[in-house]
């Protein structure tokens, strides 16, 4: 009996074996066969992006999706008197009864590049009058010394106008956001608030330090431009167009 089982043990592993050996075999001959072939069809990394491209001061997305960038400067309302603060509140209220489209309210958080400020301090010190140099010159040492302890954060306080329009052309799209951002930007006036559009490069740095916070100080963003890296990718079609 301990014969017949070793026996037929034996029997089993050859033909496993074999049946391993020829599947082995068969693989050689066509290595191929099983290999994921490339496909045109494969997103890019762009893609994921959801954005194609900034033109003329508008973001476009994918699936004729379109983004105007307003940016506003803040009040301080505890400073204002009651009467003030009512009447803000009215204009305010005015300007959300106005609206009839989409918008979103967008803080970016970002630290300040300290170089372009050393580079503007320099040259207003090149052209200040004797008696301001060496206030200037205090200034310069003072946020010199400030940044060495911890990087010194600035908000920009966007709104973003929508237009989600599949089947209209750049030119429409354009006056009809146009449109929406002169109703926004006269509201704001009203209630006090200097805000404008942002441009072409502007709104391509909001989405560069979205994209790469942690680094917009070692890479900043004029870097990238003044390099000519103007594209998400490589190759295709522009994503910044000068306007």
């Not at 966007?158 to 799209?173: F, G, K, Q, S, Y």
């Not at 391509?204 to 917009?216: E, H, I, P």
Request: hydrophobic residues 45%.
């Amino acid at each position: 009996m301990i014969a017949f089982v070793l026996i037929m043990l034996l029997i089993a592993g050859i033909a496993f074996g074999a049946i391993f050996y020829f599947f082995r075999w068969l693989k050689k001959q066509n290595p191929t066969k099983g290999a994921v072939e490339p496909s045109d069809e494969l997103p890019t990394v762009q893609s994921y992006f959801g954005i194609k491209g900034i033109d003329r001061g508008i973001m476009i997305l994918q699936g004729g999706r379109y983004r105007v960038f307003i940016e506003g400067n803040s009040l301080n309302i505890p400073l204002m008197s009651e009467e003030e603060q009512m009447a803000l509140e009215s204009r305010f209220a005015s300007l959300l009864a106005r609206i009839n489209f989409p918008i979103q309210i967008y803080n970016q958080n970002r630290p300040l590049d300290m170089e372009e400020v050393m580079a503007s301090l320099s040259d207003q010190y090149d052209h200040a009058p004797d008696n301001l140099r060496e206030y200037a010159e205090y200034l310069k040492e003072y946020l010199a010394n400030l940044t060495e302890v911890q990087p010194i954060w600035v908000r920009r306080k966007l709104i973003v106008i929508t237009l989600d329009d599949p089947d209209a052309n750049m030119d429409e799209v354009i006056k009809v956001l146009d449109g929406r951002a002169r109703l926004i930007l006269s509201e704001l006036e009203a209630c006090g608030i200097q805000a404008r559009c942002l441009n072409t490069e502007e709104i391509a740095q909001v989405w560069y330090t979205f994209l790469n916070k942690d680094r917009v100080l070692t890479q900043p963003f004029r870097n990238i431009v003044e390099a000519g890296h103007t594209t998400s990718h490589v190759g295709g079609d522009l994503l910044i167009e000068t306007a």
